[in-house]
């Protein structure tokens, strides 16, 4: 993985806090919220991303989408961005 550093999840990660602001995101997502969750999650998301694509362009396309896919997604009782 050319010395890539996959992050653990406890290194990056208060789990109560981002649980809250995964939460608020969900309950009503907008941009603001959106841009805590990418904040808090982005980390662990390329990290992971990195262990199962195995470089660094396409990790960076597979949180790109992952992130997309999030702001773009509709919840029951929630409304879009």
Do not use: W
Not at 4 to 23: F, G, P, W, Y
Not at 26 to 39: D, G, H, K, Q, S
Not at 49 to 54: D, E, M, N, P
Request: glycine share 6%; net charge positive.
């Amino acid at each position: 993985m050319g010395g890539a550093r996959v992050v653990q999840r406890d290194e990056t990660m208060d789990s109560n806090r981002d649980h809250k602001i995964l939460e608020a995101y969900l309950r009503r997502p907008n941009r603001r919220r959106l841009a805590r969750v990418v904040r808090a999650f982005h980390q662990y998301v390329r990290g992971v991303a990195l262990k199962v694509a195995g470089n660094r362009e396409d990790a960076a396309d597979v949180c790109q989408e992952f992130f997309l896919s999030l702001s773009t997604r509709r919840f029951p009782g929630t409304r879009k961005c």
